[in-house]
């Protein structure tokens, strides 16, 4: 696949981001951040068209972000608690931004859209410059799961309609833990291909990236129900916090 850099996504997506993207864990995902950020101020890394960040500032959470996509934030901007939320068009690998935070999180399988290790680990540090003493940084993600592959390869149906089919295609390069999709839309009158590419993280790997950050992991759940994280898991949510020094 092409280059795939941070503003890909948001070209590819933002226009029907909202009705294609609704992990269904929104309301839980809201309830678990806010009780963690308490009065805090809180960042969010790739804050999107505030799927979670709108909800929160609703409750009165003092809230900012950053982003990479302009269209992303656009679509932000059309909900009316979205408009005032202060965000940094930029790379969440630098975490340019002003400030220091008592929270600052990253969700629905984000930090995997930072192509590279390097880039990951770039995300950690800055992140770990930016947060106060005692302060906290939430990941969710999945856990990569290769059982459908044969080949390296899986191809299955994301979402069937009387009219239509949301097939995902997907390539593993498991040398540099890279997955690639498409996702295809079949429809009588038309077919959609909207690529992904994630460079996925296991747990572990996650857990050095903080270490190497001056992080160290606080808790881990394997959903926002804070059930408990084991070999069934699908998805993790980890919270790491700023080592004494
Ligand atoms: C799956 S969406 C998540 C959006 C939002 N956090 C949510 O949970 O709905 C991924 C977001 O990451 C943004 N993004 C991807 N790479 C980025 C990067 N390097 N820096 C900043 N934002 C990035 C995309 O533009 C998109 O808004």
């Known amino acids: 696949m092409e280059t795939f850099d941070p503003e890909t996504f948001g070209l590819l997506n933002a226009h029907d981001y909202d009705e294609r993207n609704d992990p269904g864990t929104t309301e839980a995902e809201v309830a678990l951040i806010q009780e963690i950020a308490g009065s805090g101020d809180v960042l ?8 979670v960040a709108v909800p929160l500032a609703q409750a009165g ?10 269209p992303m934030v656009d679509k932000l901007r059309e909900k009316p608690a979205g408009r005032d939320i202060p965000v940094v068009i930029g790379d ?4 340019s931004i002003d400030g220091m935070f008592d929270h600052i999180f990253l969700v629905f ?3 995997f859209n930072l ?8 995300c950690f540090e800055n992140v770990s410059k930016r947060l106060r003493e005692k302060g906290t940084f939430l ?9 459908a592959f044969q080949s390296h390869q899986r191809v299955g149906i994301r979402q069937m309609r009387q ?12 040398v540099d833990q890279i997955l690639e999709f498409q996702r295809i839309h079949l429809k009588e009158d038309g077919l959609r291909l909207v690529p992904l590419r994630l460079r996925y993280v296991w747990p572990s790997e996650m857990d050095l990236m903080a270490r190497l950050a001056g992080l160290r992991l606080k808790s881990r759940w394997g959903g926002w129900d804070r059930s408990e994280f084991d070999a069934a898991s699908k998805m993790h949510v980890s919270v790491f916090e700023k080592a004494h020094a």
């Not at 959470?61 to 302009?70: F, L, P």
């Not at 969440?92 to 975490?95: G, H, N, W």
């Not at 192509?115 to 770039?122: A, G, N």
């Open 115 to 122: 192509q590279t290790q390097r880039e990951q680990i770039r």
């Open 44 to 51: 969010e890394l790739a804050i999107g068209t505030g799927r």
């Open 109 to 111: 399988n984000t930090l």
């Open 92 to 95: 969440i690998a630098e975490v």
């Open 61 to 70: 959470v003092n809230i900012s972000g950053i982003e990479a996509s302009q």
């Open 163 to 174: 009219d239509s089919v949301w097939l995902d295609a997907c390539q593993h390069d498991p």
């Open 139 to 147: 990941v969710s993600a999945f856990v990569p799961d290769f059982n």
